[in-house]
């Protein structure tokens, strides 16, 4: 007796799987929430440690609008004529 109205007013229901986005959930990795998150919280600290000369193969780069060199896994911030140490956060 239902047959024919269950096709009609679901005609994919079979093919629907479900969803697979995570709604409500913002601060994934792969969400613009969260890029736009860690892109915001990132803090610069400086260290005490200063050195005179970079190390080889360091890459000019910018965090939050502040000019930071990246040797390896190190940052370095330009400071009066020599460079600090810096941690990312």
């Not at 679901?10 to 792969?30: D, K, N, S």
Request: hydrophobic share 40%; glycine share 10%; with cysteine.
């Amino acid at each position: 007796m239902f047959a024919g109205l269950v096709d009609t007013v679901m005609p994919f229901a079979p093919f629907v799987g479900g969803a697979q986005a995570r709604v409500g959930h913002p601060l994934t990795p792969g969400s613009v929430a969260g890029v736009a998150r860690r892109a915001t919280r990132r803090t610069i600290r400086r260290s005490t440690i200063y050195v005179t000369r970079l190390p080889a193969a360091c890459v000019k780069t910018s965090i939050n609008s502040t000019v930071l060199w990246h040797c390896g896994s190190t940052y370095y911030q330009p400071y009066g004529g020599r460079y600090v140490v810096v941690h990312i956060h």
